[in-house]
């Protein structure tokens, strides 16, 4: 798989966390096991992983030029999403969670790697772009998640759009304060999966 070296704010790059991967995250790197940006990228890689490792190779030329463009697409957007990006006030559920002048918050990367985490439930989609459309600093302002996603071929894609955006409804629900206003879902593209033992086809 080529690589892209994107730079998280950490200073790590995609190429660092990829190779962390391949070795079986051996010998153990401390600062990437605690560092939350390494640790969404590394997720969202795996996921990536699973998904190009289904796919049909295609001998063709423009196939593979394509290939090349869809997959940088993802590594550019894993290494954007996964810095920290916005601050994401909280109000705590009870008074005594937070001492005088405290302010608690999550991060704009957190949220989205909450996201991508829903969507790893579906075996047959990849989430590519992921984006909080609104003001997030705003307690109660109005969001809109934006996410682009690829598919397996054969996948229904009604019912994968819905089943994505129950999920994800779910999560945000469950792990974050924001008001959702909608989840807009566009299916950019469609991967043929290997179909075993269908060599000669």
Not at 87 to 95: E, G, N, Q, R
Request: contains cysteine; charged residues 25%; glycine residues 6%.
């Amino acid at each position: 798989m080529s690589k892209n070296p994107e730079t998280l704010s950490c200073g790590r790059t995609l190429d660092q966390l990829s190779d962390y991967l391949d070795a079986g995250r051996q010998p153990a790197d401390p600062y990437i096991d605690t560092c939350a940006e390494c640790q969404a990228a590394l997720h969202a890689l795996e996921q990536l992983n699973a998904l190009t490792s289904e796919l049909v190779d295609q001998d063709s030329r423009e196939q593979s030029e394509a290939d090349a463009d869809w997959l940088g697409s993802i590594f550019s957007n894993i290494a954007f999403e996964a810095r920290s990006g916005r601050s994401i006030p909280i109000d705590p559920v009870l008074p005594e969670a937070a001492g005088p002048g405290d302010e608690l918050s999550q991060t704009e990367g957190a949220v989205i790697s909450l996201i991508r985490a829903a969507g790893d439930e579906l075996d047959n989609a990849m989430i590519g772009r992921c984006r909080l459309e609104g003001d997030v600093t705003e307690p109660g302002a109005e969001i809109r998640v934006d996410i682009r996603v690829t598919a397996l071929w054969g996948a229904p894609l009604q019912r994968l759009a819905k089943e994505l955006r129950r999920k994800i409804y779910a999560a945000l629900a469950l792990h974050t304060q924001l008001t959702i206003s909608g989840i807009d879902i566009a299916i950019i593209d469609i991967q043929r999966a290997e179909e075993l033992g269908d060599d000669n086809q």
